[in-house]
């Protein structure tokens, strides 16, 4: 089992443990997340994660259509997140099975991945890569599951919050770590305390700045810590058309 965790954690892995594998054929090519990233970066471009959520423990709310929301911010995002955890995001994986459909850019599974039912759900449902949360699973069940996202062809992000978490996943050697401002536990959003982790990665790694980004500086500030993405959520989903401003300015 997982590690101890807050109580809407713990009802939320209980609940993912009893989803069975949705077993439908795979209908798109595997397009990778990481070479994405980089090629975003080495060219100055803004490496923006554009989220689909629908809600979040944290309060937000929205009601906005998957499909209108990817033909907004495909041209100009390096990937599409997609929520398909259930009791608090309201996600599904309908929502991303639709985004899949209609898009060629990767898409991330973002969810409370505790299983290898999920995993082997997000490459028949058309993921790309999939979301790991250190703070939730053990050295040994973040190893198994970056092992079993591999065996379908799947990236991996593992995501951290504190710097006795980044300095566990800089020495397993995961290329892609997401830090994420936001304490799963607390739900409180720290972009200095995100900064400092960041910085403390090595610059090898493909860093994934996460959670409480809403400005042009909040990502100039971040990418000045060493991160190559941005994965934006809330902003978005309240105006999808706020990637332009995110995405056209230079920042080099």
């Known amino acids: 089992m997982p590690k101890i965790v807050s109580p809407w954690l713990k009802e939320v892995i209980e609940h993912n443990l009893s989803r069975p594998v949705l077993r ?23 490496a923006v994660i554009a989220e689909y959520k ?23 995002a390096v990937g599409i997140s997609v ?9 599904s994986y309908r929502d991303l099975i639709k985004i899949a ?5 990767p898409i991330l599974m973002k969810d409370i991945i505790i299983s290898r039912n999920q995993i ?17 699973l053990t050295d040994k069940e973040l190893e198994q599951l970056y092992e079993d996202a591999k065996s379908f ?13 980044a300095e566990d996943v800089i ?24 900064y400092t982790v960041l910085s403390f ?16 500086e909040d990502v100039k500030y971040l990418r000045n810590a060493g991160a190559k993405a941005f994965l934006i959520g809330t902003e978005l989903m309240l105006n999808p058309n706020r990637i332009y401003q995110l995405t056209e300015a230079s920042y080099l």
């Open 24 to 46: 439908i054929s795979r209908f798109r090519d595997i397009y990778s997340l990481g070479e994405r990233i980089e090629k975003f970066y080495s060219t100055g471009k803004v």
């Open 54 to 76: 629908l809600s979040s423990p944290s309060g937000f709310r929205v009601d906005r259509d998957a499909v209108e929301y990817v033909k907004i911010v495909e041209k100009h």
């Open 83 to 91: 929520l398909t955890e259930e009791l608090y995001f309201k996600g």
């Open 101 to 105: 459909a209609c898009t060629n850019i």
């Open 120 to 136: 082997e759900t997000a490459y028949n449902i058309g993921a790309d890569a999939v979301l790991l949360i250190a703070s939730i």
């Open 153 to 165: 062809g799947l990236e991996a992000v593992v995501e951290i919050h504190s710097l006795d978490e």
């Open 171 to 194: 020495n397993m050697g995961y290329l892609m770590i997401g830090v994420n401002a936001r304490n799963l536990n607390t739900l409180k959003i720290s972009l200095e305390h995100a």
């Open 201 to 216: 990665i090595p610059n090898k790694f493909i860093k994934i700045a996460e959670s409480g980004i809403r400005s042009v």
